[in-house]
């Protein structure tokens, strides 16, 4: 059985773009724009961010539901959460789809990338989890939070509390790989650090562009968004307080900070 | 995405900023291109493509026999900014279809082609 999928053999329309992240880094560079994704102070940011999250949200739902494919002898109850987490992002794509509509955007307006599929590259359940509901949906709290305190200066409520709706099940989903990832290599601390190894790597793979800081310490850049200009953050921020109800210890938290030291994502 | 049909008579959340057009000076240049390759006007073709694209346009350029395509047309589009690529398919009556990807960019209001690969046999760009 194949559980390596290339990403372009996701269904997708044939309208549709889907580029390796160095021709999107090409592009930008050749604008002299800064070579990960937009960035707050850009005129696109609102879009770009929930075009990038939306592609996201597809690729963790077919994620979920390859590794509930993938793992036929996996406990019965570690399905049923794939399931149920195939259902979630299924909902998320929805919602960012409709977001997207909200502030002038359509799924397919910006390229889609591969970044998001490769953490799913793993042959063993507790590394998928790890890497996905661990790396993956710990980086959608940090994005999340941000995009709520910048719906919250906008004074949108829409977004607020669409994105603050998808944030609840994304904490649920690092919980849930949290606790998969002890499960599945209980007893075998051989299996559990490959799967921490893993998730590591993912964690590395979004080490591009500029700065991830603690809220209180991220500076900021005046935006004007429609006919507001608001103050936001100039880099992307680590959500300490979502990440702590997702079950990171401080520790960890630290880690990915220091680790951080150069990353962006979306 | 369904049609919702007319959104002002739509309750709930209305857009709160507009689609973003693509440029007509841009389609006007996808458009010169793809005439260019299908006649098998090469010096048109490098005519829009800077000194450091030139390998990859060529080649593609060079996989289009000419006269042997008559339609075009754009299939795919997405921006980067104010970059677009574009997916296109060349189809002619005794031919298979050529599907190619290029980027356009433009430099004092003129746009050039950034990048240029032949699909022919790939899914998309990132197909190794």
């Known amino acids: ?266 | 995405m369904p049609d919702l049909g007319e959104r002002g008579h739509v309750m709930g959340p209305q857009p709160i900023a507009a689609i973003v057009q693509p440029p007509a000076e841009m389609l006007a240049a996808a458009e010169q291109l793809l005439n260019a390759l299908m006649r098998g006007d090469h010096a048109s073709v490098e005519a829009m493509t800077p000194a450091h694209v030139r390998d990859e346009m060529m080649a593609v350029a060079k996989a289009i026999p000419p006269n042997k395509y008559d339609k075009f047309e754009l299939i795919g589009r997405a921006r980067v900014a104010k970059h677009y690529f574009l997916k296109a398919q060349l189809t002619g009556r005794n031919a298979e279809p050529f599907k190619f990807q290029f980027r356009l960019g433009a430099t004092d209001g003129k746009w050039t082609v950034r990048e240029a690969l032949n699909l022919t046999g790939r899914r998309s760009a990132w197909s190794r």
């Not at chain 1, 592009?27 to 940011?45: I, K, T, V």
């Not at chain 1, 949200?57 to 399931?83: C, I």
């Not at chain 1, 939070?145 to 977004?159: H, P």
């Not at chain 1, 700065?211 to 991220?218: F, M, Q, S, T, W």
């Open chain 1, 1 to 266: 059985m194949q559980r390596m999928i290339p990403v372009d053999k996701l269904a997708r329309p044939e309208d549709h773009i889907l580029l390796p992240a160095n021709r999107t880094r090409n592009a930008r560079s050749e604008q002299g724009l800064s070579p990960g994704n937009a960035m707050p102070y850009e005129d696109d940011f609102l879009k770009s961010r929930m075009h990038g999250i939306c592609g996201g949200e597809f690729q963790a739902m077919e994620a979920a539901g390859r590794t509930l494919y993938d793992f036929p002898d996996a406990p019965w109850e570690f399905q049923l959460d794939m399931a149920r987490q195939v259902w979630d992002e299924s909902r998320h794509a929805e919602i960012y789809m409709k977001l997207l509509e909200y502030v002038g955007s359509y799924y397919g307006e910006f390229p889609e990338g591969e970044v998001l599929w490769s953490c799913t590259q793993a042959e063993d359940p507790a590394a998928r989890v790890a890497g996905i509901n661990r790396g993956l949906e710990g980086l959608a709290c940090d994005v999340f939070e941000q995009l709520i305190r910048i719906a919250q200066k906008m004074g949108d409520t829409i977004i607020e509390r669409s994105v603050d709706y998808v944030l609840a099940d994304e904490i649920t989903h690092v919980r849930m790989g949290s606790q998969w990832m002890r499960k599945l290599t209980e007893g075998d601390p051989e299996r559990f650090k490959r799967a921490q190894e893993f998730q590591d790597r993912i964690d590395e793979l979004f080490n591009f562009g500029p700065g991830r800081k603690h809220i209180e310490d991220v500076d900021h850049v005046k935006q004007r968004i429609n006919d507001k200009e608001i103050e936001i953050d100039s880099g992307i921020t680590i959500a300490r307080e979502a990440r702590l109800l997702a079950g990171f210890t401080e520790e960890e938290i630290d880690r990915l900070v220091k680790g951080f030291g150069k990353s962006s994502a979306y």
